[in-house]
T-cell receptor, first 113, second 109 residues
């Protein structure tokens, strides 16, 4: 059973049209991450939540916002997508106690036209 | 600042052993992870090191030296399905999980 679910798997949006990507988890993990991954590159951390505490990376563009209304759900909002924002967006979760790895969703591949 | 470096590409032959290195300089250290990622798929967890030494898990082993800021992933008895990207990731004290540049491994028959 999928534990970290991202919807949709594929998203096509128009240049400048706001788009929201969603991530849900059944693991009750308190840390959630959003990564952007472009072709042949490593995942780049955009931001992460520790419970409701939001942590933005210094180089994450203002165009990217996030919401976490509860433990299970996290959203990535791209306010005005540009062609350079086309990428795979990965959500991951992790619990903070013990030696645990991050669990990844299948990702959402965003195309901007 | 953060710096996690890996070789960009490696090639190896089926049945052989390959070692993928990772060097890091990060703000705090709270563990190092290795992930495998096939093209178009999400990363999957391979191994975790937080103390110095070797962790073995079947065909895969991972080594860590915190004083040297160095880790490696060792893959034995290579199979064609091991062709993938291998990502080193460091967890900082702030719970940030930062990925290295990734190594694309190609296994040939």
């Amino acid at each position: 059973d999928a534990m970290v679910i991202q919807n949709p798997r594929y998203q096509v949006t128009q240049f400048g049209k706001p788009v929201t990507l969603s991530c849900s988890q059944t693991l009750n993990h308190n840390v959630m991450y959003w990564y952007q991954q472009k072709s042949s590159q490593a995942p780049k951390l955009l931001f992460h939540y520790y419970d409701k505490d939001f942590n933005n990376e210094a180089d994450t563009p203002d165009n990217f916002q996030s919401r976490r209304p509860n433990t299970s759900f996290c959203f990535l909002d791209i306010r005005s997508p540009g062609l350079g924002d086309a990428a795979m967006y990965l959500c991951a979760t992790r619990r903070t106690t013990g030696r645990t790895e991050a669990f990844f969703g299948q990702g959402t591949r965003l195309t901007v036209v | 600042g953060q710096n996690i470096d890996q070789p960009t590409e490696m090639t190896a032959t089926e049945g052989a052993i390959v070692q993928i290195n990772c060097t890091y300089q990060t703000s705090g250290f709270n563990g190092l992870f290795w992930y495998q990622q096939h093209a178009g798929e999400a990363p999957t967890f391979l191994s975790y090191n937080v103390l110095d030494g070797l962790e073995e898990k079947g065909r895969f082993s991972s080594f860590l030296s915190r004083s040297k800021g160095y880790s490696y992933l060792l893959l034995k008895e290579l199979q064609m399905k091991d062709s993938a990207s291998y990502l080193c990731a460091v967890r900082e004290n702030t719970d940030k999980l930062i990925f290295g540049t990734g190594t694309r491994l190609q296994v040939f028959p």
